[in-house]
């Protein structure tokens, strides 16, 4: 069974149709890139499988619950307790130093103060980090800020990361390290990752590539 799966997803906003009967299963532990041209849908099929967004039609079931009927509060926990995000920009909160900013979803998902700040230590080694613990984030170069995005995303350990462009801002080079530091750290962790991208150079840390054109998907070859 698959970790996340939607299926004959529609939604529209407005008279604008976003996706048009969008079908993708994700394995668990599995890499998924998922590209195309901006605005074929991309960040609305991210949005709603990760109960951000509510499709019109269709379902999304998550760790083999359906989760398109659920109420915004339950939506809310699994996101709270099971996803992680890293997106493009602004994330971080600048006044907060960089460790409060990864402690932020431990201390949403109530464990104490002291012992959030803790858990973010061996995220600041891992990612390369060290002694800016301290710092405000929005004093960080861009790919500092994005490998603090990167802790924070996967502070908690979620089933799912959500990775929304997590190189956009970033130059090639940095990207790079930001996209080797969230594959080996998704790796150690089993962590399934949802990856929407639309450069090729980014798709390549991918297990399996699959393409959105006009809020539909269509899978491509796997990635070699
Ligand atoms: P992509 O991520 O591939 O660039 P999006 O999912 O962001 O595409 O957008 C798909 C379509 O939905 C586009 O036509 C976009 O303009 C529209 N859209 C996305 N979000 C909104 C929104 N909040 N309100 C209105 N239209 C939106
Ligand atoms: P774009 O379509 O330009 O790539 P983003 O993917 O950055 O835009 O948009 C993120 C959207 O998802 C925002 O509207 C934000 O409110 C919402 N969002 C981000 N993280 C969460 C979360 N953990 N829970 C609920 N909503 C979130």
């Not at 079931?61 to 398109?68: A, K, P, S, Y």
């Not at 995000?85 to 960089?98: D, I, K, Y």
Request: aromatic share 4%; with cysteine; charged share 25%.
């Amino acid at each position: 069974e698959a970790m996340i799966e939607a299926k004959g997803v529609k939604l529209s906003f407005g008279q604008t149709p976003a996706l048009r009967g969008a079908d993708l299963a994700v394995e668990q532990g599995e890499i998924v890139a998922v590209m195309g041209p901006s605005g074929s849908g991309k960040s609305t099929l991210l949005h709603c499988l990760a109960g951000i967004l509510v499709p019109d039609e269709g379902e999304i079931h998550f760790g083999g619950q359906r989760i398109d009927t659920l109420g915004e509060t339950e939506r809310s926990a699994l996101r709270r307790d099971r996803c992680g995000f890293v997106f493009q920009f602004g994330q971080l909160v600048p006044e907060l130093t960089a460790e409060e900013n990864v402690a932020l979803p431990l201390l949403l998902a109530g464990v104490r103060r002291a012992k959030a700040v803790a858990a973010t230590a061996p995220w600041f080694a891992k990612l390369g980090l060290d002694g800016l613990e301290r710092r405000r984030s929005g004093e960080l170069s861009g790919g500092q800020a994005q490998r603090v995005a990167l802790a924070r995303g996967l502070v908690a350990e979620p089933s799912v990361l959500f990775a929304d462009e997590p190189t956009g801002a970033l130059d090639s080079l940095t990207g790079e390290q930001v996209m080797d530091l969230l594959v080996a750290s998704a790796r150690e962790q089993g962590t399934t990752v949802v990856l929407v991208t639309h450069e090729a150079r980014v798709a390549a840390y991918a297990d399996r590539h699959v393409m959105v054109r006009d809020g539909k998907v269509a899978s491509l070859a796997a990635a070699s």
